[in-house]
Protein backbone atom coordinates (compact mmCIF):
# COMPACT_ATOMS: atom_id res chain seq x y z
CA UNK A 1 0.00 0.00 0.00
CA UNK A 2 2.71 2.39 0.58
CA UNK A 3 4.28 1.66 -2.73
CA UNK A 4 0.92 2.48 -4.11
CA UNK A 5 0.81 5.69 -2.25
CA UNK A 6 4.14 6.86 -3.78
CA UNK A 7 3.48 6.08 -6.73
CA UNK A 8 -0.29 8.17 -6.82
CA UNK A 9 1.60 11.08 -5.00
CA UNK A 10 4.10 11.15 -7.65
CA UNK A 11 1.73 11.06 -10.56
CA UNK A 12 -0.34 13.57 -8.42
CA UNK A 13 2.23 16.06 -7.75
CA UNK A 14 4.04 15.65 -11.34
CA UNK A 15 1.97 14.26 -14.06
CA UNK A 16 1.06 17.82 -14.88
CA UNK A 17 4.12 18.27 -16.74
CA UNK A 18 3.00 15.07 -19.20
CA UNK A 19 -0.57 16.84 -19.71
CA UNK A 20 1.43 20.41 -20.67
CA UNK A 21 3.81 18.70 -22.97
CA UNK A 22 0.93 16.87 -24.57
CA UNK A 23 -0.95 19.92 -24.86
CA UNK A 24 2.02 21.83 -26.36
CA UNK A 25 2.42 19.19 -28.79
CA UNK A 26 -1.78 19.71 -29.89
CA UNK A 27 -0.76 23.49 -30.16
CA UNK A 28 2.45 22.37 -32.50
CA UNK A 29 0.72 19.78 -34.65
CA UNK A 30 -0.64 21.17 -38.17
CA UNK A 31 -2.64 17.99 -39.98
CA UNK A 32 -6.19 17.79 -38.22
CA UNK A 33 -5.96 14.15 -38.26
CA UNK A 34 -2.26 14.74 -36.15
CA UNK A 35 -4.40 16.81 -33.59
CA UNK A 36 -6.60 14.38 -32.67
CA UNK A 37 -4.47 11.54 -32.51
CA UNK A 38 -2.26 13.55 -30.15
CA UNK A 39 -5.58 14.82 -28.39
CA UNK A 40 -7.02 11.15 -27.65
CA UNK A 41 -3.51 10.16 -26.58
CA UNK A 42 -3.39 13.35 -24.03
CA UNK A 43 -7.07 12.79 -23.07
CA UNK A 44 -5.86 9.45 -21.86
CA UNK A 45 -3.04 10.36 -20.04
CA UNK A 46 -4.87 13.61 -18.45
CA UNK A 47 -7.53 11.63 -17.41
CA UNK A 48 -5.04 9.05 -15.63
CA UNK A 49 -2.94 11.90 -14.02
CA UNK A 50 -6.18 13.88 -12.84
CA UNK A 51 -7.67 10.70 -11.17
CA UNK A 52 -4.41 10.05 -9.66
CA UNK A 53 -4.59 13.65 -7.86
CA UNK A 54 -7.85 12.61 -6.31
CA UNK A 55 -6.95 9.12 -6.01
CA UNK A 56 -3.78 10.41 -4.18
CA UNK A 57 -5.94 12.47 -1.74
CA UNK A 58 -8.13 10.30 -1.15
CA UNK A 59 -5.34 7.52 -0.10
CA UNK A 60 -3.49 10.22 2.27
CA UNK A 61 -6.87 11.04 4.20
CA UNK A 62 -7.46 6.77 4.83
CA UNK A 63 -3.98 6.26 5.31
CA UNK A 64 -3.00 4.93 9.01
CA UNK A 65 -0.50 7.04 11.12
CA UNK A 66 2.86 5.37 10.49
CA UNK A 67 3.24 1.97 12.48
CA UNK A 68 -0.85 1.50 12.30
CA UNK A 69 -1.78 -1.37 10.07
CA UNK A 70 -4.52 -0.66 6.86
CA UNK A 71 -7.88 -1.56 8.64
CA UNK A 72 -11.10 0.31 9.28
CA UNK A 73 -10.06 1.28 12.85
CA UNK A 74 -6.87 3.13 11.09
CA UNK A 75 -8.80 4.66 8.69
CA UNK A 76 -11.54 6.24 11.23
CA UNK A 77 -8.36 7.81 13.22
CA UNK A 78 -7.26 8.88 9.88
CA UNK A 79 -10.66 10.39 9.00
CA UNK A 80 -10.96 12.07 12.98
CA UNK A 81 -7.52 14.03 11.95
CA UNK A 82 -8.92 14.74 8.21
CA UNK A 83 -12.07 16.30 10.83
CA UNK A 84 -9.93 18.31 13.06
CA UNK A 85 -8.35 19.71 9.75
CA UNK A 86 -11.57 20.87 8.20
CA UNK A 87 -12.43 22.32 11.24
CA UNK A 88 -9.77 24.32 11.35
CA UNK A 89 -11.24 26.52 8.63
CA UNK A 90 -13.20 27.73 11.05
CA UNK A 91 -16.49 27.69 7.99
CA UNK A 92 -18.68 25.06 9.49
CA UNK A 93 -19.67 23.66 13.13
CA UNK A 94 -17.38 20.55 14.21
CA UNK A 95 -20.79 18.22 13.12
CA UNK A 96 -20.41 19.26 9.90
CA UNK A 97 -16.35 19.20 9.70
CA UNK A 98 -16.92 15.50 10.89
CA UNK A 99 -19.22 14.99 8.32
CA UNK A 100 -17.12 16.18 5.73
CA UNK A 101 -14.15 14.32 6.80
CA UNK A 102 -16.52 10.69 6.85
CA UNK A 103 -17.72 11.95 2.96
CA UNK A 104 -15.15 14.22 0.93
CA UNK A 105 -12.48 10.85 0.98
CA UNK A 106 -14.76 8.62 -0.57
CA UNK A 107 -15.84 10.85 -2.80
CA UNK A 108 -12.62 11.94 -3.95
CA UNK A 109 -11.91 7.90 -5.10
CA UNK A 110 -15.05 7.65 -6.45
CA UNK A 111 -14.00 10.71 -8.95
CA UNK A 112 -10.88 9.45 -9.23
CA UNK A 113 -11.99 6.16 -10.49
CA UNK A 114 -14.32 7.82 -12.69
CA UNK A 115 -11.41 9.93 -14.28
CA UNK A 116 -9.46 7.11 -15.01
CA UNK A 117 -12.14 4.84 -16.86
CA UNK A 118 -12.62 7.58 -19.05
CA UNK A 119 -16.42 7.17 -19.49
CA UNK A 120 -18.44 10.45 -19.97
CA UNK A 121 -14.65 11.97 -19.90
CA UNK A 122 -15.90 15.81 -20.39
CA UNK A 123 -18.54 15.98 -17.30
CA UNK A 124 -16.00 14.21 -14.90
CA UNK A 125 -12.94 17.08 -15.75
CA UNK A 126 -15.56 19.21 -15.02
CA UNK A 127 -16.77 18.22 -11.95
CA UNK A 128 -12.84 18.24 -11.34
CA UNK A 129 -12.54 21.62 -12.36
CA UNK A 130 -15.23 22.83 -10.09
CA UNK A 131 -14.00 20.50 -6.80
CA UNK A 132 -10.13 22.45 -7.30
CA UNK A 133 -11.87 25.64 -7.32
CA UNK A 134 -13.83 25.13 -4.02
CA UNK A 135 -10.44 23.61 -2.51
CA UNK A 136 -8.75 26.69 -4.08
CA UNK A 137 -11.57 28.93 -2.14
CA UNK A 138 -11.32 27.70 0.98
CA UNK A 139 -7.49 27.74 0.82
CA UNK A 140 -8.00 31.50 -0.18
CA UNK A 141 -10.26 32.04 2.41
CA UNK A 142 -8.48 30.51 5.24
CA UNK A 143 -5.43 32.96 4.02
CA UNK A 144 -7.09 35.97 4.20
CA UNK A 145 -8.55 35.68 7.97
CA UNK A 146 -4.99 34.57 8.81
CA UNK A 147 -5.29 31.32 9.37
CA UNK A 148 -1.76 29.60 9.89
CA UNK A 149 -3.34 25.73 9.44
CA UNK A 150 -2.50 22.68 7.06
CA UNK A 151 -4.72 22.56 3.49
CA UNK A 152 -5.18 19.25 4.56
CA UNK A 153 -5.47 18.31 0.99
CA UNK A 154 -3.70 14.75 1.42
CA UNK A 155 -1.43 15.11 -1.46
CA UNK A 156 2.20 15.59 -0.74
CA UNK A 157 4.13 16.86 2.12
CA UNK A 158 2.29 18.62 4.61
CA UNK A 159 1.23 22.65 3.12
CA UNK A 160 0.27 25.56 5.04
CA UNK A 161 -2.77 27.19 3.48
CA UNK A 162 -1.08 30.27 1.61
CA UNK A 163 -0.26 31.35 -1.32
CA UNK A 164 2.51 28.25 -2.20
CA UNK A 165 -0.82 25.74 -1.50
CA UNK A 166 -2.71 28.04 -4.34
CA UNK A 167 0.23 28.17 -6.63
CA UNK A 168 0.47 24.53 -6.48
CA UNK A 169 -3.30 23.69 -6.43
CA UNK A 170 -3.24 25.72 -9.68
CA UNK A 171 -0.71 24.84 -11.64
CA UNK A 172 -0.70 20.96 -10.63
CA UNK A 173 -4.09 20.10 -10.21
CA UNK A 174 -6.10 22.76 -11.94
CA UNK A 175 -4.53 23.20 -14.98
CA UNK A 176 -4.11 19.66 -16.28
CA UNK A 177 -8.27 18.96 -14.68
CA UNK A 178 -8.71 22.59 -17.64
CA UNK A 179 -7.05 20.89 -20.18
CA UNK A 180 -8.53 17.69 -19.43
CA UNK A 181 -11.95 19.60 -20.20
CA UNK A 182 -10.69 21.60 -23.32
CA UNK A 183 -9.83 18.35 -25.00
CA UNK A 184 -12.67 16.16 -24.25
CA UNK A 185 -15.25 19.24 -25.66
CA UNK A 186 -12.80 19.62 -28.40
CA UNK A 187 -12.88 16.54 -29.42
CA UNK A 188 -16.84 15.51 -28.67
CA UNK A 189 -16.82 18.80 -31.34
CA UNK A 190 -14.87 17.28 -33.38
CA UNK A 191 -17.15 14.18 -33.92
CA UNK A 192 -20.44 16.26 -33.71
CA UNK A 193 -18.75 18.37 -36.72
CA UNK A 194 -17.63 15.12 -38.84
CA UNK A 195 -21.71 13.42 -38.52
CA UNK A 196 -22.71 16.80 -39.80
CA UNK A 197 -20.62 16.88 -42.94
CA UNK A 198 -21.49 12.87 -43.82
CA UNK A 199 -25.57 13.84 -43.84
CA UNK A 200 -25.54 16.18 -46.80
CA UNK A 201 -23.08 13.92 -48.89
CA UNK A 202 -25.22 10.70 -48.03
CA UNK A 203 -28.13 12.98 -49.13
CA UNK A 204 -27.16 13.47 -52.25
CA UNK A 205 -26.04 10.19 -52.57
CA UNK A 206 -28.92 9.10 -52.20
CA UNK A 207 -30.89 11.36 -54.85
Known sequence: MDALGSVLNWLAEWGFIF?????IAFLCARKPAQRRYLMRA????????VGCIFLAASYGKLKPL??????WASAKTSIALFAIQVE???VVSAKTANTIAHTLPFVELALGLWLVSG???RYASLVACLAFCGFMIAIFSAY??????DCGCGV??????GPGALLRDGIRFLLPALIVAFGAFWIRGQAAAARKSEIPASTTASR
Do not use: C, D, M, T
Open 119 to 121: ILR
Open 42 to 49: LLLVGGIV
Open 19 to 23: VVAGL
Open 144 to 149: QRGLKI
Open 66 to 71: PGFPWN
Open 88 to 90: SYQ
Open 156 to 161: GPPQEA
